[in-house]
């Protein structure tokens, strides 16, 4: 069994303010779309890759040809954001544990780097609309919003967030 086929962790509801006051564990797993066996992968990437900004590419999209995964070129479906452009991250250094960590953690960053998975705008805009908000996190059963729903403040079902 592998830990994408670990049993399900019951839901857990917070609200947005509890969800943004968690850490990132560094667990890794969404910045490398391997650590998911490919399921996790980047939307709208830029031509340059991001070499305007971290002066080498910093999103290297990525192919598996018979098993194996290897760098790719940017193509024109990249773009999209829905390109599901498979990846890998120039700066993310991985760890003896088996975590990995941000090389850039203290510089500029892809706006996804710095949001995902609770800092979307997107988030309390839907809230407001009275609408639930479950985390983009399914994929990561080691990330500390695994499994985690954001509700309006005052929701019955508010859990506390661990
Ligand atoms: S820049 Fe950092 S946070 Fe963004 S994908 Fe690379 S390693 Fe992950
Ligand atoms: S999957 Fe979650 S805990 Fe792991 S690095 Fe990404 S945001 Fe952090």
Redesign the pocket.
């Known amino acids: 069994m592998t830990e994408h086929d670990a049993p399900l962790q019951p839901l857990r509801y917070v609200t947005l303010e509890a969800a943004r006051a968690l850490e990132c564990n560094g667990c890794?797993d969404?910045?490398?779309s391997r650590r998911t066996d490919g399921f996790w992968a980047w939307g709208t990437l830029p031509p340059d890759q991001y070499r305007e900004q971290c002066g080498e590419p910093?999103?290297i999209p990525l192919e598996r040809v018979d098993g194996v995964w290897r760098d790719r070129t940017h193509q024109a479906e990249d773009l999209g954001w829905l390109s599901a452009t498979r990846?890998r991250?120039?700066?993310?250094?991985p760890q003896e544990d088996g975590r990995?960590?941000?090389?850039?953690?203290d510089q500029w960053?892809?706006e996804?780097?710095?949001t995902f998975p609770v800092g979307d705008a997107s988030i309390p805009l839907a809230l407001a609309q009275g609408q639930d908000v479950p985390l983009e996190t399914s994929a990561f059963p080691k990330c500390t919003w695994f499994h985690m729903v954001v509700v309006p403040d005052g929701d019955p079902r508010l859990t506390r967030p661990s």
């Open positions: 890794g969404c910045c490398d910093l999103i990846f991250c120039s700066a993310f250094r990995g960590l941000c090389g850039r953690h960053r892809p996804p780097c710095g």
